[in-house]
T-cell receptor
Framework: RKEVEQDPGPFNVPEGATVAFNCTYS??????FFWYRQDCRKEPKLLMS???SGNEDGRFTAQLNRASQYISLLIRDSKLSDSATYLC???????????FGTGTRLKVLA | ETGVTQTPRHLVMGMTNKKSLKCEQH?????MYWYKQSAKKPLELMFV???????ENNSVPSRFSPECPNSSHLFLHLHTLQPEDSALYLC????????????????FGPGTRLTVT
């Protein structure tokens, strides 16, 4: 089983739609969780950290479920500019290891 | 954005060449990382430096040699590479937790796209 798993997509959604991605992780010692976005041939950019109580940043909402070992990202009112690959990242407690998922590709269509 | 810079942005080298990749961070972080990103694969951690000391070396072949002269600079020295080493090489930095081990979020440089011929 992969340490971090994501549905690769692509998710093709119309502008204005709401879309949700899930990410599962296998190691219960995982401590910190992040969502990054990566545009084609560019570097990953931090979208948001994921906190235990869940957190929101504008149209983006992240949730953490430690019992089921998954995190989610919800994007409301999708924009064309949201088209990218979304990477789920998990940091292990007491280590410098950041485990990246393979990413979920999102295409927002006009 | 100029938080983490990398040079060169593109590099083509033969298998017998020696080259170096450079990374510089302007964020005051104390940990720096090298990653490799190949097509259709997740990012692979290569090396981690914390306070200029190497703390992770993920079974990377010896043809890749990192160097961290200070907390702001990181190099990756390359020699006798193979075609399968062609990839995007990303540098990142982060601030380590005070208790040691583990960090806050990472910030990435734009990467060096390497082609080995």
């Amino acid at each position: 089983r992969k340490e971090v798993e994501q549905d690769p997509g692509p998710f093709n959604v119309p502008e204005g739609a709401t879309v949700a991605f899930n990410c599962t992780y296998s190691n219960s010692a995982s401590q910190s969780f992040f969502w990054y976005r990566q545009d084609c041939r560019k570097e990953p950019k931090l979208l948001m950290s994921v906190y235990s109580s869940g957190n929101e940043d504008g149209r983006f909402t992240a949730q953490l479920n430690r019992a089921s070992q998954y995190i989610s990202l919800l994007i409301r009112d999708s924009k064309l500019s949201d088209s990218a690959t979304y990477l789920c990242v998990v940091n292990m407690r007491g280590t410098y290891k950041y485990i990246f998922g393979t990413g979920t590709r999102l295409k927002v269509l006009a | 954005e100029t938080g983490v810079t990398q040079t060169p942005r593109h590099l083509v080298m033969g298998m017998t060449n020696k080259k170096s990749l450079k990374c510089e961070q302007h964020l005051g972080h104390n940990a720096m990382y090298w990653y490799k990103q190949s097509a259709k694969k997740p990012l692979e951690l290569m090396f981690v430096y914390s306070l200029e000391e190497r703390v992770e070396n993920n079974s990377v072949p010896s043809r890749f040699s990192p160097e961290c002269p200070n907390s702001s600079h990181l190099f990756l020295h390359l020699h006798t590479l193979q075609p399968e080493d062609s990839a995007l090489y990303l540098c990142a930095s982060s601030q380590e937790f005070r208790s040691g081990g583990g960090s806050y979020e990472q910030y990435f440089g734009p990467g060096t796209r390497l082609t080995v011929t």
